[in-house]
């Protein structure tokens, strides 16, 4: 009887459910076997999902570990005010570090005060690495975002300079995973890596999660440019003898203002964006980030520079 009421109950659970097991067993042991380790939050929606993760881990205590999050300055607002919220919530510690301040130091140059910041937040993660001696950044990236994520192991291994170098990576067997490191090197580590975006929004829509309100369909003003729908803000203004729409849009990531792209959507609710991402052929990052655009191997490129 014992015997036939595991099976059911194995059969019952949902594919969502593994997924969350095997999230939460990772998240286990990166705060069982490493030292220092540290949630990269930016307020978006896979660093929720891993909120939630991390919650259901860990609670009633609280999190092994702090959050951080580096701030572009070219975050949307709405997002930034989501991820102060969030963390006030929860109760936890988040730790904010600026790549305003990395320029101010010197660390970060850009040609001009208007360029994506993205690729530069590498250069003040790295510095938050060693300020707080961090040796595990647990991160939202999933493998089907990106060839190069595609890659990716869910421990992956970072030098002292905070490279990742695709064939010095250690093997994972089953349900293994090596999280040893020297002094100065850390790892990177993705519990969610099996998870597709449709994942991500059926397990949102399960748990009832909290969004940025710019995951869902809005009115804002946008132009079209190189196939994208680029917004406008007062940092990405309309250049001359472009066209500005008000565009009924919602965003599938949220990046830095300066690279990232609305799609058209209609989409209001968890269970509407289910149904449009299940019938889209495009990643989120491909049809939305123009960085990732520049060159095929964009993301392989900043990752090699310490890019998480």
Request: proline fraction near 5%; include cysteine.
């Amino acid at each position: 009887m014992k015997e036939k009421l595991m099976t059911t109950t194995t059969l019952n659970r949902t594919h969502l459910d593994w997924l969350e097991s095997e999230a939460i067993h990772i998240l286990r042991e990166v705060a069982a076997e490493c030292e220092r380790p540290v949630l990269l939050f930016s307020g978006g929606k896979d660093s929720c999902v891993l909120l939630r993760l991390a919650e259901k881990a860990f609670r009633p205590g609280k999190f092994p570990f702090p959050l951080l999050h580096v701030d572009t300055g070219h975050n949307f607002p709405e997002v930034i005010a989501f991820r102060d919220q969030r963390a006030t919530e929860l109760g936890e510690q988040l730790i904010v570090r600026s790549v305003e301040d990395s320029i101010a130091r010197g660390s970060v140059v850009l040609r001009h005060a208007s360029d994506s910041r993205n690729a530069a937040q590498a250069t003040t993660l790295l510095e938050a690495i060693a300020e707080f001696r961090f040796d595990a950044c647990i991160g939202g990236a999933r493998r089907d975002e990106e060839k190069a994520r595609a890659k990716e192991r869910i421990c992956s291994f970072r030098d002292e300079f905070g490279q990742w170098d695709p064939k010095n990576q250690r093997p994972e067997l089953w349900n293994l995973y090596n999280t040893r490191v020297h002094a100065g090197e850390n790892i990177r580590v993705f519990p969610i890596s099996n998870w597709t975006e449709l994942d991500i929004w059926q397990y949102i829509a399960r748990e009832n999660l909290a969004l940025p309100s710019i995951y869902y369909s809005h009115v804002r003003p946008v132009v079209r440019r190189k196939g994208l729908l680029a917004p406008i803000t007062p940092l990405t203004p309309a250049r001359e003898g472009e066209t500005v729409e008000q565009v009924r849009v919602r965003f599938r990531t949220v990046g830095d203002v300066s690279c990232t792209c609305p799609v058209e959507s209609d989409a209001s609710t968890p269970t509407d964006i289910i149904a449009e991402t299940a019938v889209t052929t495009i990643t989120e990052r491909g049809a939305t980030r123009m960085d990732d655009q520049l060159n095929e191997a964009s993301m392989e490129r900043r990752k090699k520079m310490g890019y998480f």
